[in-house]
């Protein structure tokens, strides 16, 4: 048996805590780029679908033995890692279209402007000067 030890439990919960804050860090940031419109939604529903995982494991976790728990863990950390990555690669996709649709916005509001000043309508001050960026 192994006798257990104060300071590697505190080390092993230090970077247990630190692996779990980058965790939320990432996951933060990726719901804000796929889903700009609704990042609390996104972040809310991912939080909740992270603690219902850690309360079934909780209650599973007396009745595995330890390989069977650590395979269940390897399992989900790569299932986890292939899913971050689809989604790295929508968000890029997503980051390209969002890029082209605000330059395609740009020039329609650079060639609308010139129309409007010929109207006799003048453009507001922060319109007038976001439009020559």
Do not use: H, W
Request: hydrophobic share 50%; aromatic share 8%.
């Amino acid at each position: 048996m192994v006798q257990g030890c104060v300071p590697v439990a505190l080390v092993i919960a230090f970077l247990l805590g630190c692996a779990d804050s980058c965790f939320n860090t990432v996951r933060t940031v990726i719901c804000a780029l796929v889903l700009p419109a609704q990042r609390t939604e996104a972040f809310s529903i991912s939080k909740f679908y992270q603690s219902l995982t850690c309360c079934i494991l909780l209650f599973v976790a007396n009745k595995l033995t330890v390989p069977a728990f650590t395979g269940m863990l390897a399992v989900k950390c790569l299932l986890a890692a292939m899913l971050y990555f689809v989604v790295v690669a929508r968000a890029r996709t997503g980051d390209a279209e969002s890029t082209r649709t605000a330059r395609q916005s740009a020039a329609a509001a650079r060639g609308t402007l010139p129309f409007l000043t010929r109207l006799g309508i003048r453009p507001a001050e922060s319109t007038a000067t976001a439009g020559t960026a």
